[in-house]
């Protein structure tokens, strides 16, 4: 393919994309594939001879788009939003054209600096601290992860490096793997798996802390489990609080929680994965209150600000930790302008090597729908989250199992968890709308994410009618079967 046919194909491809996220809403949200469809539709092996683009691109259609999860569309309301803009599509065009792999500054200084830039930008978009922002000399900054989960892992391999080096300096009898058998990292009971993985990779024990009635981590309950664990010998040297946790969107008590943390010698990270995008409205901004006292924060811009996958963005107040564990300097990385203080290597604050251009589409999104753009995406999907929230409570049979705050609504029907187990199988298996479920405490909980950028309100009615339609449906079934039952 030369540039010539690159332009044509690629005005085509435009095309198709813009007619797929167009028409979006006219196909089945979920595929009618069982697992292992794909191979027998493609050759065994890789063709000798090159295939024209129009072979490829028929193949789509038939192969690919059968098996597609729609995530953008408007009757998608599993997990959390996955973010998607015409601007970002557009810069991620961009970033593949330039294809530059961004480790360090010299490695291509535009891709280093504009992140820099940008990570500003949307601190203060959300009022981080300034100890946060690299600006005006500052000891923090940001830096875009792939995701949240490489940004807890991040975080904890720099707090374990950082208290392994400050006890070792306090007690220099006692060896590297002496230290490592006795700390102690600790999340909410509520926290997101990624959390345990990372302390999994990191070699370190994991504690969960109890959240309180309304699911959230409470200073008490952290301080208790520190005193004990102490008392045991052992070291805690960092604790995850989340905002917006993934099972029901709770916020864990960062104003008590932040202190301990200080006080202890604990980094404190705080994962903001979903919730993180709200606080640049300023009235969802008192939900951050607290972040004074963290040592990284981190949210998902690619969840919920328009976006496209990835771009997790992460900041440090201070941005030697991160660097202090993981800098590694062979001489084919190296460049003049590495020890001036003047630049930034980003290899040194993540786990892989290479990066791409992902600034970009931050930039993009940011200049092309301004803060007020975005802060209307956010508050409309709030909006949508209370319109089916005040739907769920008009029906007696359903109950609200969460405080709703943004756009995650937990409900169930009033009953047994087999009996809400089976609603959520008619529900998935009759692919208008999908949902997925949680447990909270031992209850089986279904959850409604708003997700797509396009959906409206028509949507949300659409779908509790049909929500209501399979339950009225189901609970009839449950009852002519408990009929049966007494009667034999």
């Known amino acids: 393919m030369d540039a010539a046919e690159f332009r044509k194909r690629g005005k085509e491809m435009v095309d198709y994309i813009a007619d797929y996220l167009e ?40 192969i690919i788009m059968p098996g597609v999860t729609h995530w953008h569309s408007p009757y998608f309301f599993a997990y959390f939003p996955a973010a998607s803009s015409f601007p970002a599509l557009l810069a991620d065009m961009l970033c593949g054209g330039i294809g530059c792999v961004g480790f360090s500054w010299a490695a291509s200084p535009a891709c280093t600096e504009l992140e820099t830039v940008v990570l500003d930008w949307l601190g203060k978009m959300i009022n981080l601290p300034e100890e946060f922002l690299a600006e005006k000399d500052g000891q923090g900054g940001g830096v875009i992860q792939g995701s ?18 400050r006890v070792q300096s306090e007690k220099p009898e006692l060896t590297e793997a002496d230290i490592m058998g006795r700390l102690v990292a600790y999340a909410s009971d509520q926290a997101h798996t990624s959390v345990e993985r990372a302390a999994l990779i990191g070699g370190v024990k994991i504690k969960n802390v109890s959240s309180d009635d309304a699911f959230s981590v409470c200073g008490s309950a952290l301080k208790k489990v520190l005193d004990e664990d102490k008392a045991s010998g052992l070291i805690p040297f960092f604790f995850c ?27 404190m990270h705080i994962d903001a994965a979903y919730a993180g995008s709200a606080f640049i409205c300023p009235e969802f901004r008192h939900l951050l209150n607290g972040v004074e006292f963290a040592d990284s924060f981190n949210f998902n811009p690619h969840k919920w600000l328009l976006v496209n996958f990835d771009c997790s963005a992460m900041w440090v107040k201070k941005r030697s930790d991160l660097i202090g564990a993981f800098k590694l300097e062979p001489l084919y990385l ?47 999907h709030v909006r949508l989250s209370h319109q089916f929230e005040h739907l769920v409570r008009q029906d007696e049979r359903f109950e609200i199992c969460a405080e709703v705050i943004l756009g995650l609504v937990c409900f169930r029907l009033k009953g047994s968890n087999e009996l809400n187990e089976a609603l959520l199988k008619s529900i998935n298996e009759a692919k208008k709308i999908h949902l997925v479920p949680c447990h909270l405490r031992e209850k089986f909980v279904l959850r409604f994410a708003i997700c797509s950028r396009m959906v409206e309100s028509t949507h949300i009615k659409s779908a509790w009618q049909h929500i209501s339609q399979l339950a009225t449906d189901l609970l009839k079934t449950w009852e002519q079967n408990h009929h049966q039952q007494k009667q034999q």
């Open 23 to 62: 028409t979006i809403d006219k196909r089945q949200v979920f595929p009618d594939v069982e697992p292992g469809y794909l191979r027998p539709l493609i050759a065994d092996c890789a063709p000798q001879d090159p295939e024209s683009f129009e072979d490829v691109f028929k193949d789509i259609e038939k």
């Open 148 to 165: 949240a989960s490489e940004a807890t892992l991040v975080s904890l391999l720099a707090a374990r490096t950082k208290t392994i080096r």
């Open 241 to 267: 609080a989340t905002l917006g946790t993934t099972p029901c969107c709770s916020f864990d008590r960062l104003l008590e929680l932040g202190p301990i943390c200080n006080k202890e010698n604990i980094w």
């Open 334 to 380: 190296q460049h003049h302008h590495q020890d001036s203080g003047l630049v930034t290597d980003y290899r040194h604050w993540q786990i892989p090597l290479g990066r791409r251009f992902r600034s970009l589409k931050l930039w993009f999104v940011l200049r092309m729908y301004g803060v007020t753009g975005l802060q209307e995406h956010i508050r409309k």
